[in-house]
């Protein structure tokens, strides 16, 4: 049996739409699905397996068809396989459809009377595929006019606007970094349980060592009191426990290890220490500070490294 494509390039494309529809469809982020998925790799390949094999048996079950055919049938097949592609009655049918040409034979049927020195015009009609297509341009143009200049549905400057609109949307679904969620311009102290609790969890495990749990101070400052060495204050804490400081190398910067919500946590959590008065807190280091509407960030001041410490220095 004559194909009109090999079954070498039939396989190929067929295996090629089945492996971009899955890469479609499955959502698996910015990796291939069939990596991320393994069960989608082995599903093209048993697909890939399934296609060569019914290759081969179709050929298998021609070729047995053949060696069937008397010698007169062969002949029959033989002559109908010589046939082209564009000789074939199916491509002369659909060519015919398309087009409505007439034959060579029957052109005195739409010849017309006028001739100039013995040229002579046909009337040949327009291709049905224009002429649909051409139709189909004037109702699109009518629905268009009715839609959008006599109902006013909305015009383009609306639709931008809808467009925009949905755009953000969908941004605003996206997951937020950490520099998005809080920074230093628009940190405020929490004071819900919840961001206290885990401000209060970050603040044993990272700055109990070298201020103490309950804030008095070891090789840091006393966080109790309302002294401050670097400036007080949600912003002047957020700040200093992101940035680290420049004073004292083992105040470190903790933004690379923590979020920004969660140093705004531990730092409402440090305000929280105000007032307590821990037994054995270290002496008062640095100036008071008084939380004003037009309290300014200060200048970290310059002091001796050894007297300054970590997480949340005042």
């Not at 081969?56 to 053949?66: C, E, L, N, W």
Request: proline content about 4%; some cysteine.
């Amino acid at each position: 049996m004559k194909k009109l494509i090999p079954s070498y390039v039939r396989v190929p494309l067929l295996f090629a739409f089945v492996f971009a529809a899955m890469e479609y469809f499955i959502d698996s982020g910015d990796r291939p699905a069939f990596i991320k998925f393994p069960m989608v790799a082995l599903f093209l390949g048993v697909f890939l397996f399934l296609l060569i094999a019914i290759e081969i048996v179709i050929d298998a079950v021609d070729k047995v068809t053949y060696h069937l055919l008397t010698d007169e049938q062969k002949q029959q097949l033989a002559d109908a396989q010589s046939v082209s592609f564009t000789e074939s009655k199916w491509y002369q049918n659909i060519v015919s459809k398309l087009t409505r040409s007439k034959e060579m034979e029957r052109e005195e049927d739409i010849m017309l009377d006028h001739d100039y020195d013995g040229i002579k015009e046909l009337d040949n009609v327009l291709p049905p595929w224009w002429v649909y297509l051409f139709y189909g341009t004037i109702i699109f143009a009518l629905v268009y006019m009715v839609r959008f200049h006599v109902m006013n549905e909305y015009d383009q400057e609306q639709e931008f606007k809808n467009e925009v609109a949905l755009a953000e949307l969908e941004k605003s679904k996206l997951p937020k970094s950490a520099a998005d969620e809080v920074n230093y311009e628009t940190v405020v102290a929490v004071t819900d349980a919840t961001s206290l609790a885990k401000g209060k969890e970050i603040f044993t495990n990272a700055c109990a060592a070298c201020h103490k749990a309950d804030g008095g101070g070891l090789v840091g400052p006393n966080l109790t009191d309302e002294h401050w060495i670097n400036g007080g204050g949600i912003k002047n804490i957020f700040k200093l426990i992101s940035e680290g400081s420049k004073n004292n190398p083992s105040m470190v910067a903790w933004k690379g290890n923590l979020s920004s919500t969660d140093i705004q946590s531990v730092s409402s959590y440090i305000l929280t220490l105000q007032g307590t008065k821990p037994a054995g807190a270290k002496a008062a280091e640095g100036e008071v500070w008084k939380e004003t509407a037009e309290a300014k960030p200060v200048t970290e001041a310059v002091v001796d490294s050894t007297k300054v410490a970590e997480p949340a220095k005042k």
